[in-house]
């Protein structure tokens, strides 16, 4: 089993920036994806950005320009780097990992506890 740990959350002014980590552990054999959710009250979860092992990234239309997102594939790490926030970027923000693990590296799909991000107007 893979467990995901997320921090950096917290209450930030409209405009201010925020850093986002989840680190990864357990038996784990490789990491091909690993990106981030949010979830707003009252709205469906959704894509916020993720990476490849490889490298490649993909945002959603809303954060491009904003947020960016980088992987320590050593450390197991996935970060998100969140500038110029908006009152609408105000979500529960969820971390996400899919690859192969356990004694038999079967695949998984793991989900973090998720972090809150508050942004005031």
């Known amino acids: 089993q893979v467990q995901l740990v997320e921090s950096g959350g917290g209450l930030v002014q409209a405009g201010g920036s925020l850093r986002l980590s989840c680190a990864a552990s357990?038996?784990?054999?490789?990491?091909?994806?690993m990106g981030w959710y949010r979830q707003a009250p009252g709205k469906q979860r959704e894509l916020v950005a993720t990476?490849?092992?490889?490298?490649?990234?993909n945002y959603a239309d809303s954060v491009k320009g904003r947020f960016t997102i980088s992987r320590d594939n050593a450390k197991n790490t996935v970060y998100l780097q969140m500038n110029s926030l908006k009152p609408e970027d105000t979500a529960l923000y969820y971390c996400?990992?899919?690859?192969?693990?356990?004694?038999?590296?079967?695949?998984?799909?793991?989900w973090g506890q998720g972090t809150q991000v508050t942004v005031s107007s």
């Open positions: 990476t490849t092992s490889g490298g490649s990234t």
């Open positions: 357990g038996t784990i054999f490789s990491i091909n994806v």
């Open positions: 996400n990992a899919r690859g192969y693990g356990g004694s038999y590296s079967m695949p998984f799909r793991s």
